[in-house]
């Protein structure tokens, strides 16, 4: 049940707004021996700009960052690992593919005097360099990213216990100067 | 004049701020739309996908979704073309798709758009602006998705030649076709070259834009553009690559010019992008709509900065200096942040200018009542603890990060770590003797309320 009381300042806020007019100042005309705290209670200024930036966050930049904060470091870097590897083999497969049509005619030609193995081996050669130069970057850039992304969300993190905090106080667990 | 071009830049940012909904899509459908029509106009063999409801919804689905489905759609569009004419063509360009996607473009899917403008530009000698562009706004990533897009160009061109052969569905005759396509390929030194000079060009640029010197911003397209010009002669000289030197000299100091308005706007652009969230709490819902103040742009900003302290924070004194009103102890110490530079004349606490200096740009009043009589502290020095924080003390934040946060917990005594505040100038607000604030601007010139220092109290 709302109070009464926070009834009529939400009107007085409302016809303030369509009036164009300050709130706090009219409340003070208005009655001046109201609480200067149930005013200030009703919107929250400092609360709403912090919700407001945390808000921001979580929609830009954010999304991305709490995405990431759902894997350990490790697990994360090695799912962008094994996605890279996967991703190169493929890639890979498609080279040599491409590199088979076009000595077709050579490999067709001398069929029977290629030295499979060492072709084989030669291309296996190749591919494990490639991968490893691959596995190697990713794992730097990932693991990178994934650092970067934590110093942000600490950001984050401090303006939620922030906003805790306020609410701490506005419950009347805390008092306002008491430590978080 | 130049007051004429302020207000004329603050009306169009103003306009931009309140239209961006409309703005953004509409930009965004007009580049798919040029994209699309580009692919139609080179490769356009089939009648059925050149048709204007075609490239419209294309450029509609584009209008809305990231960059990357451009990519997408273009290679789509092209593989299509290619197909109605020749299936063999098709088939090859889909696995040249595949390989440039798996080992180059998934690494930068944001600044796989260089990929498509690339090939757009060449068209009319303008692809010189795009390695200065991404030089200039991203990483050296960006060398991936631009070498894509130099490959691309030139490999279009063999296989729109190649697929214009009549071919038979006879093995010999397919095998030469691709023999002959890998020939070309291998054989074109030029799409080498470009790519070459490309990233070299990418490399100069943002390795300049790093540094933080006065005109770094300018300085490194200027050498974007002396590294393309450059590159290009030498490659002309030594490979014998065909290049007009009049158009690469003219085009590549057009394109320096384009990406400086281009990096000009995204950066203003940004910094005034109208925000609209919404949240809840018990008692509201709240719909927010944050606009950036657009008058206090970076040029204009009034306060002075002083003591731009370098990245270990050595020179920053951070005891505790409990501001008791003495004004005697404040000046004796000699803090940094007792005196700052208004128009060249020296200021101190002493003075009377002190105070007006940083009352005209502090105008947050509610800020400044609540913040009356709190000395805050900045962490600066070496117990900040970066992680800390991050550690769940409660259910709720528990809920949120699925998996616990620190995988080593933080050492007790870290080791000299950046501090997020770092770069960050600070600046003392003193609007009574004896009463100050510290507040901070960030490096886009807005103030920003430290968040951090209740924690560390």
Redesign the interface.
Known sequence: MVPPEKIFLLLVRRVCYNLNLDYTETMGVLCPNVNKWMVKDM?N?????L??K???YE?REGRED?KL??????DYTRLQVLKTAI??T??FL??V??GI??K??FILNNALDIDYALLGRRILGIYLGVMAV?LVV?AL?YSIKYARS??K???Y??????L??MYLVEDGYVQEDE?? | MITVLIEAREMLLKLYQKTRVVVNPVVKFILSWVVFAFINDSIGFDPRFTKTIVTLGLSAICAFTPGAVLVLCAMLLSLLHIYSVSIFMAV?LL??F??L???MM??SPKQAVAAVAIPVLAKYNLHYCVPILMGSVASP?TIMPTTCGVLIYYIMKIVKEASARQVEFDLDDV?QL??DV?DAIIANKQMIIVAVVFALVIIAVWGLRKFSFDYSFEISIAAGVVVTIIGFLVADLKYDATVNIGTLIFMSVLSGFIAMICDYMKRILDYTAV?R???E?DD?Y?Y?K?VPKVNISLKEIDIKHFNHHSRDGEDIDCEDEEDDGDAEDVTEDESPFDRLENDGKLLTRDDDDYVKAYRKSYDDE??EK?DNGNLRYLPLNGDYD??G??QP??E??EG??????D?EPAPAVPEKREN?YMRKRNVTVEDEPGNSTRVFLNDDGDYE?D??L??E?
């Open positions: 919107l200024n400092r609360k709403i700009r919700m407001t945390l808000a921001i929609k709490i904060a759902k894997y350990y470091k490790s991703a190169v493929i890639s498609c080279l593919a491409l049509i076009y077709m005619e691959y990713s850039c934590r110093k969300l600490a950001k993190f401090r303006m939620l216990r922030k805790n905090h430590e978080e | 090859l696995m040249i595949i390989i996607y798996g080992l998934r690494f990533v095998v691709y023999t890998f925000e969230v919404q949240f709490d509201y709240y927010v944050a509610e800020d609540e970066g992680y924080s991050l003390d409660d709720e934040d949120f990060v699925d998996g616990g946060f995988e997020p309320e968040m951090t209740d924690d109290k």
